[in-house]
């Protein structure tokens, strides 16, 4: 029983603690095809955690799990994150593209409740450094576009001085 309740805490701890996660269905898949997965997914910082579904509702109280707990039926595992949340969906959208037997349930990113599809559609997704690169260019845009604009108007004017001074100069001449 004692063990049951630090389950519990535990989970509920991490539940509260992390940015994204999946809940998946591992029913078929092998002790080597769970390392392999546990193994892509340790590479992007990412934990793989087979939970019994009664601890799991439990530890889902007052979190955002909540929101997903009526995805904790049958054989569950969760992959937790609290770094890169795409980075986690594109290796567990793969991993169920090329091993049919795991099943994506469902997801949780940032405290939205994610439908498997949704997960999907995160995977998609450029890595966080391509989507901060998009960003800085498209702030970056309007300022080149404005500094541009300023050269020309110099270099307009600049244009005119040096008509006047060629006007002088002939009239001078």
């Not at 991490?14 to 092998?30: E, T």
């Not at 601890?55 to 994150?81: C, H, K, N, Q």
């Amino acid at each position: 029983m004692a063990d049951k309740a630090e389950t519990v805490a535990a989970l509920h701890a991490k539940f509260g603690a992390v940015k994204g996660a999946v809940v998946s269905d591992y029913r078929g898949l092998n002790v080597q095809e769970m390392s392999t997965l546990r193994k892509r997914l340790r590479e992007v910082e990412v934990e793989l955690h087979v939970v019994k579904n009664t601890l799991a509702r439990r530890a889902a109280a007052e979190t955002d799990f909540e929101r997903i707990a009526e995805s904790f039926v049958g054989p569950t595992s969760i992959a937790f994150t609290e770094g890169d949340v795409v980075a986690m969906a594109k290796v567990m959208t793969e991993y169920a593209k090329s091993e049919p037997k795991l099943e994506i349930r469902a997801g949780l990113a940032e405290g939205q409740a994610l439908t498997p599809e949704q997960v999907a559609a995160l995977a998609e997704l450029p890595p966080r450094e391509v989507l901060l690169a998009q960003a800085l260019g498209s702030l970056k845009s309007p300022m080149s576009g404005l500094v541009g604009v300023l050269q020309g108007v110099v270099r307009q004017f600049v244009y005119v001085l040096n008509a006047i001074q060629q006007e002088k100069e002939n009239q001078s001449s």
